[in-house]
């Protein structure tokens, strides 16, 4: 019996399972209905896709949009049109906004404010405190929920558990894996000296290998004491790429685009753009997170977005805030390191689909699979592109990678059967809807 679709994607080479081949691509009703040959006559809308790749959606699970309460940096319509725009098919948010998301009534109005108006799907990190630990194993699974985030170094915002028994106290409830911010906030306090007014080359001075390294160390053993899973993002130092190769039974790890291609010499070009944290390091940290790349240390890849206005970026270090744009730049500048055989097509996929698929048990995506909903990041991976400020979304409106020339560059985002970008333009109204996870059936 002949099957007809709503789209069909034709002629692209698509990278799943089966590993890479041409193949064409029948959407009904937002999910993948067949994958194989189809004569044109079966879809409603043919798109021709001869000489792009066809992924599965690029899930990143580390973004900052400030909604609620600083909307003049981003909001969840503008960093969602930024996503897209970068081929980025869902985002993790996180809880850092005023009023911070850690009660159900907070996450249920992200999820109002992200339903229908974000362009991609998403769901929201619900902060941990030692005031809500009795509750995390509710909050974890209610709809929407990425899962519980904890911040043991502070960071933007005012999310802080920095004391081993706070953190065990979240972690005897978790039952779903728990992200970190691992930096030692008693550390930090004591080493505050160590910033030098005007001089942000002196952040990862401040914020050293040891802050991280010793705070990674302590949430591992109370992750082993508990029996919880735990996340630990943007891994920034040598140093932890060989502890965590140590531990991995309850441990996943992310690495973020700019810890892989930026080092501290490029402070004296970018200034406080370049400051985050944790901090952009020496180029030995950049090669040895590579080399957890290669390794299979490092499970997925998170842009860790967290804009600021340019005037806010340029205030004198340390007044000047961390934080750099990156969910749109997230897709050029690895796809760049794959056109440099730094990194494969399929480790690709697995760091930015398949990864997030598998650690944070997300239902329905992550591979281009019958059933599965429709999303797919498509790409052209021989265009050589200049990444510039003019094209970024995001309210804030600027990029570390500004002048950057890049091979490879998405061309399409498709979010459950809708091509919601191509070729540089929003093609759909926004559609976004909560992700959903199979360990919370929402």
């Known amino acids: 019996m002949a099957q007809s679709f709503d789209l069909v994607l034709k002629n692209g080479t698509v990278v799943n399972h089966d590993g890479e081949g041409q193949r064409d691509l029948g959407l009904r009703d937002g999910r993948i209905a067949f994958i194989g040959s189809i004569d044109g006559s079966q879809g409603g809308e043919v798109v021709d896709c001869t000489g792009l790749h066809i992924l ?12 609620p309460g600083a909307t003049h940096k981003e909001d969840l319509e503008t960093g969602s049109r930024a996503a897209v725009l970068g081929g980025v098919t869902s985002v993790f948010e996180m809880p850092n906004t005023n009023p911070l998301t850690t009660s159900e009534e907070a996450l249920a109005d992200k999820v109002a404010r992200g339903r229908h108006r974000m362009h991609c799907d998403f769901a929201f990190w619900v ?3 030692r005031e809500n630990a009795p509750d995390v194993a509710e909050l974890e699974r ?4 990425a899962g519980i985030k904890v911040f043991m170094g502070s960071s933007t915002g005012s999310l802080l558990v920095e004391d081993d028994e706070g953190v065990a106290s979240i972690l005897r409830r978790t039952r779903r894996r728990a992200a970190f911010h691992s930096e030692d906030e008693f550390r930090l306090r004591e ?17 050293d290998e040891e802050a991280a390294l010793s705070c990674t160390r302590r949430l591992v053993a109370i ?13 920034s130092t040598a140093e932890e790429i060989g502890f965590l190769a140590e531990h991995k039974r309850l441990v996943t790890a992310e690495a973020t685009p700019h810890h892989l291609t930026l080092t501290a010499d490029d402070y004296a070009r970018l200034g406080t753009l370049l400051q985050m944290n944790p ?6 940290h950049r090669d040895r997170i590579w080399e957890g790349i290669q390794q299979g240390v490092i499970d997925v890849l ?7 206005t340019l005037e806010e970026k340029a205030k004198p270090y340390p007044a000047s805030p961390s934080g750099m744009t990156g969910v749109q730049t997230l897709v050029p500048v690895m796809l760049d390191h794959v056109a440099n055989g730094r990194l494969s097509l399929a480790r690709f996929v697995d760091l930015t689909s398949a990864g997030p698929q598998r650690i944070f048990g997300i239902a329905g995506k992550g591979r281009i699979a019958a059933g599965y909903d429709a999303d797919f990041t498509v790409v052209d991976l021989k265009r050589r592109r200049t990444i510039e400020n003019s094209w970024i979304g995001s309210r804030s409106q600027w990029t570390p990678h500004d002048g950057r020339d890049v091979t490879g560059w998405p061309v399409g985002t498709v979010v459950r059967g ?3 970008m191509w070729e540089g333009e929003i093609t759909a109204p926004a559609t976004g809807e909560p992700v959903r996870f199979s360990e919370t059936g929402a």
């Open 142 to 145: 209610l709809p929407g929920a």
């Open 191 to 207: 080493r505050l000296g160590e910033r030098i007014e005007g001089d942000p080359s002196s952040h990862p001075v401040w914020r």
């Open 279 to 284: 901090p952009v390091r020496a180029s030995r």
């Open 223 to 235: 992750a082993e004491e508990t029996g919880a899973r735990i996340h630990v993002l943007h891994i």
């Open 127 to 129: 902060g941990g405190t």
């Open 56 to 67: 599965p959606g690029v899930i990143d699970s580390q973004v900052h949009f400030r909604e």
């Open 418 to 420: 809708r091509r919601v």
């Open 302 to 308: 998170g842009s860790d977005h967290a804009p600021h």
